[in-house]
């Protein structure tokens, strides 16, 4: 229903935030070693996360994909690439239920709905992430 609204819509799409949007485990260590109280909700909270994509992925880090969607739009000079496509999410498919479509290419000839933002400045974000569990609310 919100895709067919008419308000101005934004995107941070998983490959956006795939590379632009990873912590590596030092950098949760050090966050983990700030001693505030936010610092420490999200240390405590990222453990799973971490332990997940450390022991299982093999990967160096974690993919803050929810906190790249909330943070990019409040500093829109970090965005460094974007683009109008058309987005639609599949409620009745045979195939899928609920999964979010973007016409990369215009393939689907439908009017853009949704601003993408294609690429991030990645040391801004984690700069961002950082001021945020270093503040003493």
């Known amino acids: 229903m ?10 941070t799409p998983w490959e956006t935030a795939k590379r632009d949007a990873v912590l590596s485990l030092a950098e949760r260590d050090e966050i983990g070693r700030m001693d505030t109280p936010v610092a420490r909700f999200f240390h405590r909270v990222t453990q799973t996360l971490y332990s997940y994509t450390t ?18 739009p409040l500093f829109p000079a970090e ?12 409620l009745g498919g045979e195939h899928s239920r609920g999964v979010t479509l973007l016409d990369w290419v215009g393939l689907a000839g439908k009017t853009p ?3 993408i933002f294609k690429a991030v400045d ?3 974000f984690r ?3 950082m001021a945020m569990c270093g503040r003493v609310l």
Not at 2 to 11: E, H, K, S, T
Not at 59 to 66: L, P, Q, Y
Not at 79 to 85: E, G, K, P, S, Y
């Open 55 to 72: 022991n299982v992925e093999e990967f160096g880090g974690a993919i803050h994909s929810d906190i790249i969607g909330v943070t990019v």
């Open 122 to 124: 990645a040391a801004a």
């Open 127 to 129: 700069a961002h992430v």
């Open 113 to 115: 709905n949704v601003t």
């Open 79 to 90: 965005i460094l690439d974007r683009a109008n496509m058309y987005m639609c999410v599949e």
């Open 2 to 11: 919100i895709l067919r609204a008419g308000v101005p819509l934004v995107v």
